[in-house]
Nanobody, 128 residues
Framework: QVQLVESGGGLVQAGDSLRVSCVAS????????MGWFRQAPGKEREFIIA????????DPADSVKGQFTVSRDNAKNTVHLQMNSLKPEDTAVYYC?????????????????????WGQGTQVTVSA
């Protein structure tokens, strides 16, 4: 069983940068693809970006293209989401998710059902 714990959320001002992290335990981290999702108040959870076990990054969601990026440190079982030029509309709970190794289907990374484990989320609030 894999456990995921996000950290690094908080209250920031528009234009600030913030890095949230997710630490995994209980599995072979380097074999898992990792995804980041977010859920804003009153909205459905949406995909942000993902990264394969070997560090290959997927296309980010259009809403964060050029603004957010993902990285991972397999030695530390950690994946990071770097968020730059934050806007009030980026306010959400940010979740990381892990996908056990298996065949990649087209568009797998944006599909919540493709992920096997989820963290509890970390709140990011961006003030205007």
């Amino acid at each position: 069983q894999v456990q995921l714990v996000e950290s690094g959320g908080g209250l920031v001002q528009a234009g600030d940068s913030l890095r949230v992290s997710c630490v995994a335990s209980g599995g072979t981290f380097s074999t898992y693809a990792m995804g980041w999702f977010r859920q804003a108040p009153g909205k459905e959870r949406e995909f942000i970006i993902a990264i394969t076990g070997s560090g290959g990054r997927t296309d980010p969601a259009d809403s964060v293209k050029g603004q957010f990026t993902v990285s991972r440190d397999n030695a530390k079982n950690t994946v990071h989401l770097q968020m730059n030029s934050l806007k009030p509309e980026d306010t959400a709970v940010y979740y990381c998710a892990a996908r056990r190794p298996r065949i990649y289907k087209s568009g797998w990374y944006a599909n919540e059902s493709e992920y096997d484990y989820w963290g509890q989320g970390t709140q990011v609030t961006v003030s205007a």
